[in-house]
């Protein structure tokens, strides 16, 4: 089983490569982060030093793509544009970008969904040229209560470049009115990245595996079982504690 983490912790650094495990870099989502480039650049170069592979969570904060205001459009692209040009940097062909769905504005009408696809798509058809030839995008479900959407979405787009990860505490959460097999089945085809961490449903707590409601090893199965043995799911959540719950339960790690 491929696992990465996401870490701003020293000791939790150390478990990751003491173990082989990759790392996800956080830092950048951090707008403030990115700016400072210069400044911060040679701590992460030092982070990702001995980590078996290496992956890259890019801005999330307000880009809110999906918007019809093409003011706020613009702010997205300029930070995806950001994030891409960092990563290069740092040799990181792994980008993850969260959904632009939001349920308080496209749950509201068929008429609103049919609009964050369509806005959606153009943004990223038009972001295709700015992704270099060996890096894959990986658009992350965040408030997306419906898999079907996520897909058309991915759909449209259309690109080999452009794939999903799949956060399961997320889909368990935001998504509670379909199963988690449901959401495996729907995205299977798509699924080339994954996000675990547990919750109760009731809040979206990134507790540490085997913490919270989800019954994650028939997610995992599911997963591994229509995505290949070689997917890589990557904890947000405390890493320690999670890895020997995986283990535990009879995950090679």
Sequence with gaps: MIIYGTTYDESETAFIKENNLGVEVLQYSNPLFADAFEQNHPQ????????????????YHDTFYASVDPLICEVAKKRFLQ????????????????????????????????????????????????????????????????????????????????????DIGHAYFNGRDVSLNRWIDVLRDHIRYVHVHDNDGMFDDHLPLGQG????????????????????FILECNIQESVKWLRDIGYEI
Aim: aromatic residues 10%.
């Design 44 to 59: 992460i170069t030092e982070y990702i030093s001995g980590a078996s592979a290496v992956s890259m969570h890019g801005a």
């Design 83 to 166: 994030s891409i040009e960092i990563a290069t940097f740092h040799g990181i062909n792994h980008v993850v970008f969260h959904s632009s769905y939001r349920q308080f504005l496209n749950g509201s009408s068929a008429i609103a969904s049919d609009v964050f696809v369509k806005t959606s798509v153009a943004f990223w058809d038009d972001m295709k040229k700015h992704i270099p030839k060996n890096m894959t995008i990986y658009l992350e479900n965040v408030e997306d209560a419906d898999p079907e959407l996520f897909l058309q979405v991915l759909d449209g787009i259309a690109s080999q470049q452009i794939r999903c990860c799949f």
């Design 213 to 232: 409601s989800i019954l994650l090893p028939g997610a995992i199965n599911k997963i591994m079982h229509a995505a290949g043995e070689d997917i890589p």
